[in-house]
């Protein structure tokens, strides 16, 4: 058979759009399983699921859950349903929409607590914390500034986790020294989940260790701690996920930027570098002589 040549072009070009489409798009497949175990340091849950028509024959294997507050949520034992999402990559997969749900797969009338995390643009509770000089301080103190926040625990002993959050918040502090503006305008702040242990006195040791000994560099990043119940609303509020384990705390990272107007402006939770992170402070630091009658 013989096309027109208007209409081979148009089959073509349909072709093409389907394939660039197929290649594009994520893909979802419903999950049903039961987790058997969880790593809160990577985000991923273990799953025994059956089989996933189209990805994967039933088997027992970890997943990256979407949501970081869900990971914390669920238990092993729990059944659930879920959305396997496939991305681009096909190695890149991930869990979405977990539900818990009753053996026979039926959704369970009390799924899991909504969790309460902040979407970018939402205006920031004001949390008080005590910081490293036994000082009371709230993170409305830093309004008009652009704000930086990361969670840590002092005897963190994985060097990818909180050695490298407050090297590379060390980082941050130093480059931005060097433009007084920029630095006038932002501000660090390091905060524990680990109040038992870190107490403002070992908080104040630890800073120091990470501003080469320049307490004067303190006016400019905080190292502060507070109760149990405000910490674990905090973790939620910014998607942090953390849990005592014997002598040891396992936990997810998060990075959040706070704008001047105390909304959220931006979150990391894996991938991220310190240049990155101050271009981004910077970014919205500068901002506010804008709109100020400036
Ligand atoms: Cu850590």
């Not at 949520?73 to 059944?79: A, H, L, M, R």
């Not at 929409?97 to 959704?107: A, L």
């Not at 400019?220 to 910490?231: E, G, M, R, V």
């Amino acid at each position: 058979m013989r096309l027109p040549k208007s209409q081979f072009i148009l089959i073509s070009a349909m072709l093409l759009l389907t394939v660039s489409i197929g290649c594009n798009r994520t893909r979802k497949y419903p999950l049903q399983g039961e987790v058997v175990g969880k790593n809160l340091a990577t985000g991923e849950i273990t799953v025994n699921h059956g089989d996933i028509p189209g990805f994967m024959p039933a088997m027992a294997m970890p997943y990256r859950v979407k949501d970081p507050a869900v990971a914390q949520e669920v238990q092993p034992g729990d059944k659930i349903a879920a959305e396997v999402v496939v991305g681009k990559d096909p190695s890149d997969y991930w869990l979405e929409d977990v539900r818990i749900t009753d053996e026979s797969g039926r959704v369970q009338a009390k799924p899991p607590a909504a969790p309460q995390m902040l979407m970018p643009g939402a205006r920031v509770p004001d949390f008080a914390l005590i910081n490293q000089d036994g000082r009371k301080i709230r993170l409305s103190d830093f309004a008009g500034k652009a704000l930086l926040v990361t969670f840590i625990y002092t005897r963190c002993p994985m060097p990818n986790f909180c050695p490298r959050l407050s090297s590379q918040f060390a980082r941050i502090q130093n480059e931005l020294k060097k433009n007084p503006e920029d630095y006038g305008k932002s501000h660090l702040l390091t905060i524990s989940f680990d109040p038992k242990y870190d107490t403002p006195a070992v908080l104040r040791k630890y800073g120091l260790a990470y501003l080469d000994g320049d307490a004067g560099g303190f006016s400019h990043w905080d190292f502060a701690s507070t109760n149990p119940t405000d910490l674990r609303r905090l973790a939620q509020a910014f998607g942090l996920a953390y849990q005592e384990e014997g002598n040891q705390i396992s936990h997810t990272m998060s990075i959040v930027l706070i704008a001047p107007d105390s909304t959220v402006a931006k979150f990391w939770f894996t991938d991220w570098t310190w240049a990155e992170l101050m271009e981004s402070l910077q970014q919205a630091a500068r901002a506010t002589g804008k709109g100020e009658g400036k």
